[in-house]
């Protein structure tokens, strides 16, 4: 998957264009934007708003409003790299009207083969702007 992901990053920077029409150039005016692209994978389970099979990102940098930015970058890398279990079960259970068996054992996967570590920083620093 990591080999088809860069793959089509490769051919999006030989062409210039990314998704929606997004070139080279808008990158490196706005390195925000980079993140923003580059969660664009988690769509198959976050949105920013609405309620897929897990929490929106905006609900999640809602639960962690209080936390200082330092921490919160850590705690995010932590599970964004790693991944986490059982941090979003009673979200899950009040939100998610579907038959998906036990909600409790759901869980975000380790997202390591799939990013590095620079790419999670820059997802980091999107979702930062998404608490404000």
Excluded at 38 to 44: E, L, N, P, Q
Excluded at 103 to 122: H, V
Aim: proline content about 5%; hydrophobic content about 40%.
């Amino acid at each position: 998957m990591k080999k088809i992901i860069a793959g089509m990053m490769l051919s999006a920077v030989i062409s210039g264009v990314y998704a929606g029409g997004i070139t080279g150039e808008d990158l490196k005016k706005d390195p925000i934007l980079e993140g923003k692209l580059i969660a664009k994978h988690c769509a198959w389970c976050h949105d920013v708003k609405k309620k897929l099979i897990a929490p929106p990102f905006k609900v999640i940098m809602e639960r962690y409003k209080d936390v200082p930015e330092d921490t919160l970058r850590k705690q995010l890398f932590q599970s964004i790299k790693y991944g986490s279990k059982g941090k979003w079960a009673q979200w899950m259970k009040e939100n998610l009207k579907v038959k998906m068996g036990k909600l409790d054992t759901m869980y975000m996967p380790a997202q390591k083969p799939y990013y590095t570590d620079e790419e999670i920083r820059k997802i980091i620093n999107w979702l930062l702007t998404l608490k404000k």
